[in-house]
């Protein structure tokens, strides 16, 4: 009984952390029903878990300052946005990785940053898309972001994640959860590009652009639809 009330009063205060934060509308302006519904679906500690996304974020943002973010954001040449970048990746590859199967009961399943933060625990895909959103919350253009299918040659399996572009024709930095620093996609030899898209575009590995070619993809349309349907709760 002690237990069950300090798990309790844990959460609560958890809650009250979320309320007193300085929030940012969008990805981490989570509302107490959806605090609520994550509680329910992943237990005590889900608040607690948002807490510490909402704080990570903030504190990314706190630390570069609005003219440092601003900078970094618009000198565009790799170099000044890589603290950033390695920042957002390190806080999600704390996380621990779980197949779909084993976290969901499902062979493959895309989930929102706040079910994955939440829960604790994802797959590659939760990575790259939590990275993808993270950074976009902070900032950063859309069109330098694409989260990408790849070949890991190591691993002998499809894997996911994130690129970012500087400029268009740049050598992407990579984002992934197999290795914690982010490195030039030309360093990467153990990764094979397939295909990579965000919000608005389809790349193909030959280069081939397919504008509005990311709405084809099933299980992206998803993720955005609970996203919004987590911004209604």
């Given at each position: 009984m ?16 979320l ?15 959806l ?6 679906r ?17 504190k ?38 779980l ?26 895909e ?7 959103m993270?950074?976009k ?9 694409r ?26 930095l ?18 094979i590009?397939?295909y990579s898209?965000?919000d ?6 030959s ?5 509005g070619?990311?709405s084809?993809v099933?299980?992206?349309?998803e ?11």
């Amino acid at each position: 009984m002690h237990r069950q009330r300090l798990t309790c009063l844990l959460s609560l205060c958890a809650v009250a952390l979320l309320a007193a934060l300085p929030v940012w509308s969008g990805l981490t302006d989570f509302s107490p029903g959806l605090i609520d519904a994550m509680q329910k679906r992943f237990g005590a500690e889900a608040p607690r878990r948002l807490q510490l996304f909402q704080s990570a974020l903030s504190k990314i943002r706190r630390d570069a300052g609005a003219d440092g973010l601003r900078a970094a954001i618009q000198t565009a040449n790799g170099k000044a946005e890589l603290a950033l970048l390695q920042k957002v990746n390190d806080f999600f590859n704390k996380i621990p990785y779980l197949t779909d199967q084993e976290h969901w009961g499902a062979p493959d399943y895309w989930a929102t940053p706040a079910e994955m933060v939440a829960s604790w625990g994802g797959d590659c895909e939760d990575y790259a898309i939590a990275k993808y959103m993270s950074l976009k919350e902070l900032g950063f253009p859309v069109e330098r972001l694409r989260i990408t299918y790849v070949r890991a040659v190591k691993i002998g399996e499809t894997h996911m994640v994130l690129a970012y572009y500087p400029f268009p024709s740049a050598d992407p930095l990579i984002l992934d959860n197999l290795v914690d620093e982010v490195q030039a996609a030309s360093l990467r030899t153990d990764l094979i590009p397939v295909y990579s898209f965000n919000d608005e575009d389809l790349w193909l590995a030959s280069g081939v652009n397919r504008k509005g070619g990311a709405s084809t993809v099933r299980l992206w349309r998803e993720v955005i639809d609970r996203m919004e349907k987590e911004k209604r709760m």
